[in-house]
């Protein structure tokens, strides 16, 4: 009877806070699947709440140090400027990358002084080059998400406002985009790069997608399909694709193949964009089914110890080279959150909890329990640690709780929600400062120095799946919502 009447309670209380928080100011109500089962938010001493006062203390300290600069260096207690998505000028990154976060813990004071930023202050002009790639992911996945989740329409303005800016880099002679792009002039300026990465021109297609369906507008989705089959047509004979090609003619320049940093999101937007569609986009299923294939049967390895992790190659007549980086730990999420739409659901479900694995060995084998930026697999006690030549730093990267995130959703097992916490313990024992997180030097230092940086993808990514793991899956489910390869959340195409 008890148990009765504050179930009761706290589902009312729970519907009035969202009614509240989704209908307040310029909102109209979104349905972003809040379900009754949620109690994180009203339940003080659960973990998904103390997830949220690590967001708090994070934009907290952002916005008194850095407000209005990219991000924060919470040790030097200043804001530093990201080139990428702003030239010589900030574009506030931490705020835009940061405002689905907010919105979703129910930050509501933090989420209104953010959109207001975006009113007043936000700007993207000026003749300087921007990267394509991370504005996309970031600015453009920021305002998209803040759209989708508030029916917000300023948000939807600002995101085809900077997406008309990188128009132009289109205008080459194969349709994929030229790396950089200036925003100052009219036709882009002149490409001054001669390759392009395969992950940076393959991960655009879910936003551009989406801004297409919300506007009405299909020059977007028509320029990410054409690149989506020069890419295609870069393929080789093993089914591989090289993470360097070329834009101005399709050619690849070196034959370099990995899961980890510029290859790992366009195999996961492979897989996302024909979620994203409603099932629809089933030639993006084929070409991910393909590479996993051609991935799995040639970079694939198994270490000494039993620790299963794709290697990298560096040359065409060049071995696998035994070691990962942390950036390819998300595939282990793709993988399982793909698996049910493949030929292979168990195949790929087991890789996925296998690389999930890996990737934990890798923070369990070092005294501060966090992981270092890339890995290596030498046999013995060796494997998943760092070598000599390896960036032991830790960047507060995302990808590792996100596999953690898509495993717990999907199978359930406790063990998921276990190893994102001892994460988060791990987090405030070495990461947390005062004034912020902290990136840290090396990660096989039992008291690491402090690199001064916090990153916008910790507040944007690795924190908000943290905060989801220990959610109900009823918010934002896996069904209605694809995450950008930012976390930015993109409703699934008929869901809403
Ligand atoms: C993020 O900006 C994105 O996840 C991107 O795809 C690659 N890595 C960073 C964070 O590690």
């Given at each position: 009877?008890?148990?009765?009447?504050?179930?009761?309670v706290?589902?009312?209380?729970?519907?009035a806070?969202?009614r509240?928080?989704?209908?307040?100011?310029?909102?109209?109500?979104?349905?972003?699947?809040?379900?009754?089962?949620?109690?994180?938010?009203?339940?003080?001493?659960?973990?998904g709440?103390?997830?949220?006062?690590?967001?708090?203390?994070?934009?907290?300290?952002?916005?008194?140090?850095?407000w209005?600069?990219?991000e924060?260096?919470?040790?030097?207690?200043?804001g530093?400027h990201?080139?990428?998505t702003?030239?010589?000028s900030?574009?506030?990154?931490?705020?835009v990358d940061?405002?689905?976060t907010?919105f979703?813990?129910?930050?509501?004071?933090?989420?209104?002084?953010?959109?207001?930023?975006?009113a007043t202050s936000?700007?993207?002009?000026?003749d300087f080059?921007?990267?394509?790639?991370e504005?996309?992911?970031?600015?453009?996945?920021?305002?998209?998400?803040?759209?989708?989740?508030?029916?917000?329409?300023?948000?939807?303005?600002?995101?085809?406002?900077?997406?008309?800016?990188?128009?132009?880099?289109?205008n080459?002679s194969?349709?994929?985009?030229?790396?950089?792009?200036?925003?100052?002039?009219?036709?882009?300026?002149?490409?001054e790069?001669?390759?392009?990465?395969l992950?940076?021109?393959?991960?655009?297609?879910?936003?551009?997608?989406?801004?297409?369906e919300?506007?009405g507008?299909?020059a977007?989705?028509?320029?990410?399909?054409?690149?989506?089959q020069?890419?295609?047509?870069?393929?080789?004979?093993?089914?591989?694709?090289?993470?360097?090609i070329?834009?101005k003619?399709?050619?690849?320049?070196r034959?370099?193949?990995?899961?980890?940093g510029?290859?790992?999101s366009?195999?996961?937007?492979?897989?996302?964009s024909?979620l994203?569609?409603g099932?629809?986009?089933?030639d993006?299923?084929?070409?991910?089914?393909?590479?996993?294939?051609?991935?799995?049967?040639?970079?694939?390895?198994?270490?000494?110890?039993?620790?299963?992790?794709?290697?990298?190659?560096?040359?065409?007549?060049?071995d696998?080279?035994?070691?990962?980086?942390?950036?390819?730990?998300?595939?282990?999420?793709?993988?399982?959150?793909?698996?049910?739409?493949?030929?292979?659901?168990?195949?790929?479900?087991q890789?996925g909890?296998?690389?999930?694995?890996?990737?934990?060995?890798?923070?369990?084998?070092?005294?501060?329990?966090?992981?270092?930026d890339?890995?290596?697999?030498?046999?013995?006690?060796?494997?998943?640690?760092?070598?000599?030549?390896?960036?032991?730093?830790?960047f507060?990267?995302?990808?590792?709780v996100?596999t953690?995130f898509?495993l717990?959703?999907?199978t359930?097992?406790?063990k998921?929600r276990?190893?994102?916490?001892?994460?988060?313990?791990?987090?405030e024992k070495?990461?947390?400062?005062?004034?912020?997180?902290s990136?840290?030097?090396?990660?096989?230092?039992s008291n690491?120095?402090?690199?001064?940086?916090?990153?916008?993808?910790?507040?944007a990514?690795?924190?908000k799946?943290?905060?989801?793991?220990?959610?109900?899956d009823?918010?934002?489910?896996?069904?209605?919502?694809?995450?950008?390869?930012?976390?930015?959340p993109?409703?699934?195409?008929?869901?809403?």
């Amino acid at each position: 009877m008890i148990v009765c009447i504050l179930l009761a309670v706290g589902i009312v209380g729970f519907a009035a806070y969202f009614r509240h928080r989704l209908t307040d100011g310029h909102m109209h109500h979104v349905n972003i699947g809040f379900g009754i089962g949620n109690t994180l938010i009203t339940n003080e001493n659960t973990k998904g709440d103390y997830v949220r006062k690590m967001m708090k203390h994070a934009w907290d300290s952002y916005a008194e140090y850095a407000w209005g600069a990219d991000e924060l260096r919470p040790i030097t207690k200043a804001g530093t400027h990201f080139s990428a998505t702003g030239g010589l000028s900030s574009t506030g990154v931490t705020i835009v990358d940061s405002l689905d976060t907010l919105f979703i813990m129910g930050l509501m004071d933090e989420f209104h002084k953010a959109r207001q930023w975006v009113a007043t202050s936000f700007k993207f002009e000026g003749d300087f080059s921007v990267s394509v790639f991370e504005t996309n992911i970031r600015i453009v996945g920021g305002f998209l998400a803040a759209f989708a989740l508030t029916g917000d329409e300023l948000f939807k303005v600002k995101a085809k406002t900077v997406v008309d800016k990188l128009m132009p880099a289109f205008n080459t002679s194969t349709g994929i985009p030229c790396p950089t792009v200036n925003i100052g002039r009219k036709n882009g300026g002149q490409c001054e790069e001669h390759k392009a990465v395969l992950a940076e021109a393959g991960s655009l297609h879910l936003e551009f997608a989406y801004l297409s369906e919300i506007t009405g507008d299909n020059a977007y989705l028509d320029k990410v399909q054409i690149v989506r089959q020069a890419l295609r047509k870069l393929v080789n004979s093993k089914g591989l694709y090289s993470n360097d090609i070329g834009f101005k003619s399709l050619e690849t320049y070196r034959d370099e193949f990995s899961m980890g940093g510029r290859g790992d999101s366009f195999y996961e937007y492979l897989y996302k964009s024909y979620l994203l569609s409603g099932k629809q986009d089933t030639d993006a299923l084929d070409m991910y089914e393909h590479a996993i294939e051609a991935q799995t049967k040639h970079l694939l390895r198994t270490s000494k110890t039993g620790l299963k992790y794709f290697g990298q190659i560096h040359c065409g007549s060049c071995d696998v080279q035994m070691r990962m980086e942390h950036l390819g730990c998300f595939v282990g999420g793709t993988l399982a959150l793909s698996a049910r739409d493949t030929k292979d659901e168990r195949g790929y479900l087991q890789l996925g909890a296998d690389i999930a694995h890996t990737c934990r060995q890798s923070y369990q084998r070092t005294p501060v329990k966090l992981g270092p930026d890339d890995f290596e697999f030498n046999g013995g006690d060796l494997d998943a640690v760092s070598g000599i030549f390896s960036v032991k730093a830790h960047f507060l990267r995302p990808e590792v709780v996100e596999t953690y995130f898509y495993l717990w959703r999907i199978t359930k097992q406790q063990k998921y929600r276990d190893w994102a916490w001892e994460v988060v313990q791990a987090l405030e024992k070495h990461c947390h400062t005062a004034t912020g997180y902290s990136t840290i030097h090396d990660v096989y230092d039992s008291n690491p120095r402090l690199a001064d940086n916090q990153p916008s993808y910790f507040l944007a990514e690795t924190l908000k799946y943290l905060f989801l793991i220990f959610s109900d899956d009823s918010l934002l489910p896996l069904d209605a919502w694809v995450f950008n390869t930012e976390a930015h959340p993109l409703p699934v195409h008929g869901k809403k």
